[in-house]
């Protein structure tokens, strides 16, 4: 494709083409950004190579919650750059056991594992529960299923696609790894009898509300009525909270909206506040006693500056109200992009918890999804579609209600091409 064709109705600049064009040359083409770089970013904006400023809604998929570079999460790890960055776990540093601590009592579970990205948190939380499964349920040696929904998405490993229903995540990549299987997200029945049918289930997993799905919110019974059917039939419950977690969604854990706690719970992306990859996974006694030395582990897992760090971020989504910030400024959005689009056929279903929003368009009744997005973004809002009709809206929790404004004016305006 000829780079005219390729830049569309974009006018970019010089020095945007060398980036991009170095890019398209060398990288390995495995994601579809938007045609912009960014250059430098602070709170809840970014800035591109010439200069132009974005509210960025988009937050790395969800991990900035606490803004880009949060000075008191930036000057912890400058302080720990002074002692010790990585030991490796067969060494003890004087940080993890603060971290682990500090998790488990903000999250109320009595033990912690932490590793690096969102799926190696899935990844461990799975293995857990097979080993529980196998240890403590007694299920026959390789038999553990685990129950997990359509349009899942927990990352993209080789058990990560082999869970997925979307051919993007696993055409081409099998053969896969078996004790899956994939329901209906919001079906209790198809739940019910897979339990009642099955007696090798160790877990169910699920993430509280769909992510890359479209921000898919299931009805307020789903969750408790999994929960019940859990205890009933001796199987784990596993919540992935990477994305939903650490205030997104209105609550420091979005399962609190559901009123129900997991067995064991999968934290990520905004662990960090953006500035290294850290994952934990969060569970009892009862169940991370099968873990033994040697089970599981990762060099950088639970490195001494991943602690420092997450503790800070943990404490400034805390300490600086971000919580409540995004329920309100969530509950704006979701009512006033409601309430403007009335009448609008090009907009439809409006949906979301605190900051972590979505909505569907129509692009019979307005503008092509890319279009839409490339306007947003020329207009200076950085928003992403996750599925061909479905956008999700994820600014910073420090947004104010001028920004959440903005936010909501922009995506109006964009769909007027
Ligand atoms: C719900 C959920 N789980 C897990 C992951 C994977 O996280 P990571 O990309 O850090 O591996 C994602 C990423 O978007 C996610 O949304």
Redesign the pocket.
Known sequence: MSMKRFFGRLHVSEETKKYIEKDLKYNCQNYGPLKMVIAKARGSYVWDVDGKKYLDAISA?GAMNQGHLHPRIKNKIIEQLDYCTLTGRGLHNNRLAEASEFLTSTFGYQRSIMMN???EG?ETAIKIARRWAYEVKKIPDNKADVLIASRN???RTITACSSSDDPERFTNFGPFTPGFKILPYDNIEAFESELKSNPNVAAIML?PIQ??GGVIVPSDALFPKIRQLCDSYNVLLIV?E??TGLGRTGKLLCQEHYGVKADLTIL??ALSGGFM?ISAVLGNDSVFKVMKPGSHGSTYGGNPLASVTCIEAIKVIQEEGLVENARRMGDLIISRLKERTKGMPYFKDIRGKGLFIGFDIDENCGPKMEDFIEENCMRGLLIKNTKPTKVKVAPSLLINEREADFIVNTIIDSSKL
């Open positions: 998929y990205t969102g799926v899935g998405f927990w990352g993430e992510g890359e992935d990477v994305q990520g992306k990859p």
